[in-house]
């Protein structure tokens, strides 16, 4: 029995359709990286909500050791998630 070799090409035409360049992405890599983006910044609010909820749980004295009095943590704290 013969053996069949495969050739495998990374960007051949499909279905009629010139390759495209490896810096160039479809459609989903486009949506997948604005899911990713988005999902960074989302990410990131709420990390920075989290330090802002932190700031109301911190006693005077603690207020006192990063400079900030309890005015200035209520003022933080209650700021919007967007803010």
Do not use: N, Y
Not at 45 to 53: A, I, M, Q, V
Not at 64 to 80: F, N, P, T, V
Request: one cysteine or more; aromatic letters at 4%; proline letters at 4%.
């Amino acid at each position: 029995m013969d053996t069949i070799g495969t050739f495998h090409h990374p960007r051949t035409e499909l279905l009629g359709q010139p390759a495209r360049p490896t810096g160039q992405r479809g459609f989903a890599g486009r949506l997948v990286q604005v899911v990713r983006s988005l999902a960074k910044w989302i990410d990131h609010l709420l990390e920075r909500r989290r330090g802002r909820l932190a700031l109301l749980e911190m006693t005077d004295d603690q207020l006192k050791d990063i400079g900030l009095s309890r005015c200035d943590a209520h003022r933080e704290g209650i700021k919007r998630l967007w803010e």
